[in-house]
């Protein structure tokens, strides 16, 4: 194989050559032009959020998980109780977090792959006046599910309680705008739907919400007012940025712009899923959600019943052949899981399908019995 083999998973992903090359540069981390290249960054992100005037953007070194438990450590008082609306891992995730970092919560948890639902969410907040937050993510990476995030937005606003987004896998691609969606904070990371490289995270965090969460976080590296604070002192990072990688997301960002934004890239998201779906139902697989919850990102297929299969196996095939799945993440079904996003088009998504007719054959699993 003379090529790196293309991730179809939620991240990392394929990134563009020139977003590679943009790392090929060394730079101080405490010079005017690595500050000039963060504040580009953050005042770009801030625009594609429509949040320039309501929020600010505070980027976190480390990956994903880093900027969710900063932003319910800052945000969250240590008196304060949030409600986290979970169908998957990284809802989840957000409890263990809370576990550690002693903030009280509970939940409402709809399984693998069901939505919450926002009379659901409102009959919680009204029968519970000491939740002050709630948590949802957006797209659920562990199934691809796609939380309805607005209707939530518009009960936990009506209910006059603060609202997080984990909009990890989703923001740079599904459309958001903070003026109609209410939110005192989404989370994000450099390496989904902007297609830049794993290092670093970021909050976009309601001016009113920061500046009232001095103090509160427990751990100093994760505090995110201290490192909106430093940077507004001084247009550094607190301690040592990720240079390359946020050279390389500025570049990604240009390459995000070229493509039309949020909406170019949605429109090609969408065109990989619809793709890959129709080809993998023609051979037979299932996908675990009905049409209206599948979202552009990620899509998880149910494992064929086949006595052949293997997934170990299956996924060794087709990483020799170039293309590298993910597995799947359900407590109940067996499944694997196939990313849509990153630097993707219709000859790769053609191409995985072919390589998974070869696959299927070596594993002596007639196509059409692949059905789950
Ligand atoms: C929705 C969501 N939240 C949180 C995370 C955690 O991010 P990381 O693995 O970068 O820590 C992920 C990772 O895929 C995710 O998809």
Redesign the pocket.
């Known amino acids: 194989m003379n090529r790196d083999p293309y991730l179809l998973t939620?991240?990392p992903i394929t990134t563009s050559l020139t977003v590679k090359q943009a790392m090929l540069h060394d730079w101080g981390s405490w010079d005017a032009d690595f500050n000039a290249v963060t504040g580009e960054v953050c005042r770009r992100l801030l625009v594609e959020a429509n949040a320039e005037a309501s929020h600010q953007c505070i980027p976190l070194q480390g990956?994903?998980?880093?900027a969710?438990e900063a932003t319910l450590a800052t945000l969250v008082p240590t008196d304060g109780k949030l409600l986290i609306l979970m169908n998957g891992a990284?809802g989840q995730?957000m409890a263990k977090i809370c576990d550690y970092i002693g903030r009280r919560y509970c939940s409402l948890d709809k399984g693998d792959y069901l939505p919450p639902l926002p009379h659901e969410v409102e009959s919680i907040l009204a029968d519970d006046p000491a939740i002050t937050h709630v948590a949802v993510?957006?797209?659920?990476?562990s199934s691809g599910i796609l939380n309805p995030v607005e209707q939530i937005a518009e009960v936990v606003a009506r209910a006059g309680r603060r609202l997080i987004i984990?909009s990890?896998?989703a923001f740079g691609a599904l459309p958001i705008d903070a003026q109609t969606l209410p939110f005192d904070a989404l989370v994000s990371?450099a390496?989904?739907c902007f297609e830049g490289v794993?290092g670093f995270?970021f909050a976009l965090i309601q001016n009113d919400a920061l500046a009232a969460a001095k103090g509160q976080a427990h751990s100093l590296s994760l505090d995110l007012y201290e490192q909106w604070q430093y940077m507004q002192r001084t247009g550094q990072w607190r301690f040592t940025p990720p240079t390359h990688c946020v050279a390389a997301f500025l570049k990604a960002l240009d390459e995000h712009a070229d493509e039309g934004g949020s909406t170019g890239r949605l429109a090609r998201y969408q065109r990989n899923r619809d793709r890959l779906v129709a080809g993998m139902r023609a051979r037979g697989f299932a996908t675990l959600l009905e049409d209206q919850w599948l979202s552009p990102i990620i899509v998880t297929f149910l494992a064929p019943q086949h006595p052949n299969f293997e997934f170990k196996r299956f996924y060794d095939l087709l990483k020799a052949q170039g293309y590298i799945i993910y597995p799947g993440k359900l407590t109940e079904a067996d499944s694997f899981r196939i990313g849509c996003i990153g630097k993707l088009f219709d000859p790769q998504i053609d191409e995985l399908l072919q390589v998974m007719d070869q696959v299927l054959n070596r594993m002596e699993i007639p196509m059409d019995q692949a059905v789950a």
């Open positions: 939620p991240g990956s994903g998980t880093y969710v990284y995730r993510v957006h797209c659920e990476t984990d990890m896998s990371s390496n989904k794993p995270g």
